[in-house]
């Protein structure tokens, strides 16, 4: 392992506030911007690997939570770890697990020590601490760690916020004294603060101090307005350092992505594609379709004839409408792989934008497309 | 189209009753014995038509009845065929409808003209005679078509299994009369008589008297014992004409596939290796595997190292495990594949063992590797 370069970030281009860069990693780069399918439990539901990595996606999402309570993070790492067990060779990020336990609102226990929770799956009892998560992730062998954060729900009063914030920092300081420094990994911080301007500015100037691999916008796609996220953004990521990679967690649509691109953005994760598939909405760059509509039935052209992905180009909206109203798994494989498909041409759109000093252009163009079919009916 | 080949069968070799062929059609060869998988509803359930294809399949089965209803026949043909409806350039057989509409034991009246029923999808009223169960499959433009028969539940006494079979010739010959001769495509007669010897051979007889490009044996997988099957195959493929593929439908489970061919059968079709599939269970040289049983949890093996298949080959046993408990889709993709690939084994296993006139001695031994893995318990 000698030759295993240092986890690192080269900013390649900016355009305003929008960047191209490359995250370097033990297990190859990632081109940013850059759009991370969401495996929660190891496995990118419905699809291969080999078809993920056809999609152009350079790294995968895990979640810590799941696999520990099933099937176990020794487990996975008596598997070789993660990448192994899954098939996936490409670096994976693995969320902390704190906003999943936090979400169990009925079920857990919120401390300074960290969350006493039951199972979502046997009702047994766990705990999760900063140390146990970062323990987690290194069992599953996760190229970049994530600090086990306290998410607060939005809307979210200013004292509440700030207090989660206090406890977010004590938890990050205790994750990264948890983490292991290895060549090719990395740990991450996560920016709180729900949207108070000065607590995310607060966030974001402490986790620096401290210093990570990169930072994380978490805290927000809870239910906030495009705007008061958008508006987030732009008092956080002038705070964090040029030369780390910054990652909007859980966000999201297209248009979304676009927003936070130009606001600074490098990574993004969202189950949106993937959980969109199986219910038949198609993202395309005309908009999104609802494929289950009926006027789809008599439909003979494909999702995006010029594609190089096989679901965008070899069926049909008509075959693909039958499959979803007949209850066909094929339907969710393929809208699901589609959508992927086109997340990863979108970032890099992005990237070709950036590069070429286009990208205000770009994004104009693009929300100007992505409205049309709202205003036109589905 | 002038060059399209008749629709013909070669017999290649035979080895006692075993046969070895090869079916022309206008969209390709099939090689005999083969399996042909169950695409119900105008897919293989989960596989992607190139996943078919790689594992070796020639010709796929499709259902009149179910996509009369959805989408309809008429949609299929303007969509340019099932072939293209589906992304299936290979050969296609559809079943005739009539086994599916006579299970609708509460929803059809049978009479001498054909069979009027209720969709089990929206309960609307239709009707399926000999002539439009024909047309149906050319609309689909299948390039095998099954003649619309009555299968006849086990047990059948004797007079109402005469009855039945007669009824089915008299479809047959309306069958024939409806089935526009193209070059390329063929009709195949479907044989029954329950378990009674000389129903059996009289069908059989009055079926070659009118003449089908190949035929079928139904009646059969209906829950009769293995060992009754196997006779009426004994009594029924001597009087099939050696010229002609013979089709076994419905059937089975490998050790049936190897206890038909020894009989003279050439052409299967199935939804065991999909179902099963989707329900955790794997198929495998050594006998059956049940994949949610807890000792697969920390089987770090794959299915198969040795196969071509990825499914097979790329994903070990606690992984799958893992991903059966966790109710996730790729496991139903990973096993579907897994286990039509194996089904394509045997059959070029078969294939080799009849050119090489070893067909009793690999017989013996596949029958007993496949016993073992039930006495060991699972």
Redesign the interface.
């Known amino acids: 392992m000698t030759d295993t370069p240092d986890f690192s970030f080269d900013l390649l281009a900016t355009d305003g506030a929008a960047r191209r860069g490359r995250v370097v990693t033990g297990r190859g780069p990632i081109d940013t911007p850059a759009f991370m399918p969401v495996g929660t439990?190891?496995?990118?539901?419905?699809?291969?690997p080999?078809q993920v990595a056809a999609t152009g996606a350079q790294i995968l999402l895990g979640n810590a939570y799941h696999l520990m309570l099933?099937?176990g993070a020794e487990?996975v790492a008596?598997?070789g770890g993660l990448h192994r067990?899954?098939?996936w060779d490409g670096p994976i990020l693995t969320d902390s697990g704190g906003y999943q336990v936090l979400s169990l609102t009925d079920l857990r226990k919120l401390d300074e020590n960290g969350v006493t929770f039951r199972s979502h799956i046997d009702g047994s009892y766990w705990e999760m601490t900063p140390e146990s998560s970062v323990e987690i992730q290194r069992l599953l062998d996760a190229d970049i760690t994530m600090v086990f954060d306290e998410c607060p729900p939005y809307p979210c009063e200013e004292d509440e916020a700030k207090r989660s914030l206090d406890l977010t920092l004590r938890w990050a300081e205790r994750s990264k004294a948890a983490f292991e420094n290895r060549p090719g990994y990395g740990l991450f911080g996560i920016v709180q603060g729900g949207v108070h301007d000065h607590l995310r500015e607060e966030s974001a100037r402490r986790l620096v101090e401290m210093g990570f691999h990169g930072y994380a916008v978490g805290g927000l796609a809870v239910g906030e307005p495009a705007a008061e996220r958008n508006h987030t953004l732009e008092v956080t990521t002038p705070v964090l350092p040029t030369d780390r990679p910054r990652y909007l967690m859980g966000v999201g649509k297209p248009v979304d992505l676009v927003d936070a691109v130009e606001r600074g953005i490098d990574m993004f994760d969202c189950v949106l594609p993937t959980r969109s598939g199986r219910r038949g909405l198609a993202f395309t760059w005309g908009g999104d379709l609802k494929l289950t509509n009926a006027r789809f039935?008599?439909d003979?052209e494909p999702l995006d004839p010029n594609s190089s992905c096989?679901a965008s180009r070899?069926?049909?909206k008509?075959?693909l409408h039958?499959?979803f109203?007949?209850g066909?798994?094929?339907g969710?494989?393929l809208l699901t792989w589609h959508n992927l498909h086109f997340y990863q041409e979108l970032m890099a759109a992005m990237r070709a934008a950036v590069e070429e000093g286009r990208f205000a252009d770009f994004a104009a163009a693009f929300r100007e497309r992505q409205a049309k079919p709202k205003q036109a009916g589905a």
């Open positions: 439990a190891g496995t990118v539901k419905g699809m291969l080999e099933r099937p487990r008596e598997f067990f899954m098939n039935r008599d003979h096989p070899d069926y049909s008509g075959y039958h499959l109203r007949s066909e798994l094929l969710w494989v």
